[in-house]
Nanobody, 121 residues
């Protein structure tokens, strides 16, 4: 069974940066796609960014140009570098990994605990 652990969240001022990490197990990470998602209070979970096993990336319009998704297959770990953070980026951030369709649609039967990102002055 796939298991992911997100880390790296915290409180940051507007314009600041954070780097989230996603440690994956129970899957051949190197041949799997990976995605980041977020859920703000009162909202549904939304797709943020995704990366294929070969490094092709895609971003939600709201984060394009500010966030960068990457992966280190040797460490079974994915990352989300978040720059120029805005208050509207405040949310619990989740990652997940699997086939391309699942990652791009966010269709998973289980999720990790997520990591809280709060952007506030």
């Amino acid at each position: 069974q796939v298991h992911v652990v997100e880390s790296g969240g915290g409180l940051v001022q507007p314009g600041g940066s954070l780097r989230l990490s996603c440690a994956a197990s129970g899957i051949i990470f190197g041949t799997s796609a990976m995605g980041w998602y977020r859920q703000a209070p009162g909202n549904q979970r939304e797709w943020v960014a995704a990366i294929t096993s070969t490094g092709t990336t895609d971003y939600a319009d709201s984060v394009s140009g500010r966030f960068t998704i990457s992966r280190d297959n040797a460490k079974n770990t994915g990352y989300l570098q978040m720059n120029n953070l805005k208050p509207e980026d405040t949310a619990v951030y989740y990652c997940n990994t699997g086939d391309v369709t699942a990652v791009w649609t966010g269709t998973f039967s289980s999720w990790g605990q997520g990591t809280q990102v709060t952007v506030s002055s």
